[in-house]
């Protein structure tokens, strides 16, 4: 299988009163997804559906080891997914609300790189046209 990158999509998120690591990666995944138009695998690449659609995605939280992947890959709407999460992003300070997250008062911002990649193997042929 040769993979090939096909498009590389940014997001970021926040989540403004829990500190939910999960939360504003969800929504930085959101944000990548919201901005890209695939059309091209199927166009360009010859594809009748996302077969042999691969979705890599690295997130930025400040806390990594509190993010739920599970939940984070769900918000990826198609291909086969990967999910690697690193120290990053950002804490400030913001305002506890405790009714949204008792004892919370920072504001959490997560950075999303999604990369998208194609199998060429996965290609399907152009039609013969009729006649030639």
């Known amino acids: 299988m040769t993979r090939k990158r096909f498009a590389i ?34 166009e360009i690449c010859g594809r009748d559906r996302f077969q042999g659609v691969f979705v890599d995605a690295r997130i930025g939280v400040p806390r990594p080891d509190n993010v739920d992947h599970a939940v984070v890959l769900a918000a990826i709407p198609i291909g086969e997914k990967t999910l690697e999460v690193v120290q990053g992003g950002m804490l400030t300070p913001g305002l506890e609300v405790p009714c949204f997250g008792p004892g919370a008062s920072n504001i959490v911002m997560a950075c999303a790189v999604l990369t998208v990649s194609v199998d060429e193997a996965g290609r399907i042929p152009a039609a013969a046209t009729p006649g030639t």
Do not use: Q
């Not at 939910?20 to 944000?31: Q, S």
């Open 9 to 42: 999509e940014l997001g970021y998120g926040a989540d403004l009163h829990g500190e939910d690591m999960t939360k504003a990666a969800v929504r930085a995944v959101r944000d990548a997804v919201s901005r890209s138009c695939l059309c091209g695998i199927l």
